[in-house]
C-alpha cells in the first residue's frame, strides 16, 4: 500500500509530523506539503507562478504553493506512481461545519478524491497541539482498518472523502468515533482594522463565529461528547431539490421572442 501524506499547516507541523510516524509502518508513505501556513486555502490551485519542490532534511518534500497543489503535482507527475490513499492533517484546529469549505486540510484531501482516490482529513478540534499523539493514534486505527477496503474502492471506481474531527484529549478519555453531519455556524466576527506605518488601513479577517446548528447528531455536538468524528463528503454542491423550482423560470426565458417588425407591430 502506498500513502500521500499532506496538509494545510506546513511540512515543518508538529500535526503532519505526528501523523507521519503514526502511519509510516502501516504502507510506503510519502509527504508533499506546502513550505509555508496555507489555512483557508480550501482547492485554490497556483496557475500564474512557476511551483518548485524541494525536499527536507527529514526526507519530506514541500511545495511553494497550496494544499491543492502539492497534491495535484503529486498525483501528475512528481510520484511517479497512483497512491492508494491521500491523507491530510492532522490539522491545528477544528474543520467542522461551514469551516470545510474554505480548509486547506479539507482540498488537500478533496484534490486526491477528485483523482479518484479514497481521502482523509484529520483535524483537531481545538488549536494547540494538545494531545497530538492521542489524534495520531485514533487516525492511525481508522487508516488502519480502512486499508483492506482501499483496493475494491479502485477496483469499482468509487473512491470515498471523509472529514475526521478528532477532540484535544487523552486517548483514554475519547469515546470512539461516531458518523456525523456537519453543523453550522455564525456569520464570522467582524472584520480587524489597523493603520499601517504608512497611513494605509489594512484589513484582517476575523475569526469563525460559533455554532449556530450545534444539534445532536453535527460534528459540533459529537466532538464535545468525546467523539472523533467522522462526515462522509461530496463533491457535487448541486442543489437537487431546488432544480424544480428553477426550471420554469429557464423554459421562459428561452421561448422565442416575436419580432415587431416581422409581425407588424412595429413602429
Known sequence: MKILIS???????????ALYEALKDLADVEVVAPEHNNSAKSNALTLHSPLYVHRAANGFRYVN???????????????????????????NGANMG??????GTVGAAMEGYL????????????????HLDAAAAKARQ??????PSLGEAAQRGLPWLLNVNIPNRPLHELRGFKVARLGRRHSAEAVITQVSPRGETMYWIG?????????????????????????????????????????PL??????????????GDGA
Not at 79 to 86: F, I, T
Request: glycine residues 10%; charged residues 20%.
Open 7 to 17: 496538509n494545510d499547516d506546513g511540512y515543518q507541523a508538529p500535526g503532519i509530523v
Open 65 to 91: 504553493g497550496t494544499p491543492a497543489d502539492c497534491v495535484h503535482i503529486a498525483l501528475t507527475g512528481l510520484l511517479g506512481y497512483r497512491p492508494d490513499l491521500v491523507v491530510s492533517g492532522i490539522n
Open 98 to 103: 461551514d469551516d470545510t469549505i474554505y480548509s
Open 115 to 130: 483523482f479518484g482516490i479514497p481521502a482523509i482529513a484529520f483535524s483537531q478540534t481545538e488549536k494547540g497541539w494538545g
Open 142 to 147: 481508522l487508516v488502519s482498518r480502512l486499508m
Open 207 to 247: 475569526g469563525a463565529g460559533p455554532a449556530r446548528d450545534d444539534a445532536d447528531g453535527t460534528d459540533f455536538h459529537a466532538t464535545t461528547e468525546g467523539y472523533a468524528t467522522i462526515t462522509p463528503l461530496q463533491v457535487d454542491l448541486t442543489d437537487h431539490e431546488r432544480l424544480p423550482y428553477w426550471a
Open 250 to 263: 429557464a423554459a421562459q426565458m428561452s421561448a422565442p421572442v416575436e419580432d415587431p417588425v416581422a409581425t
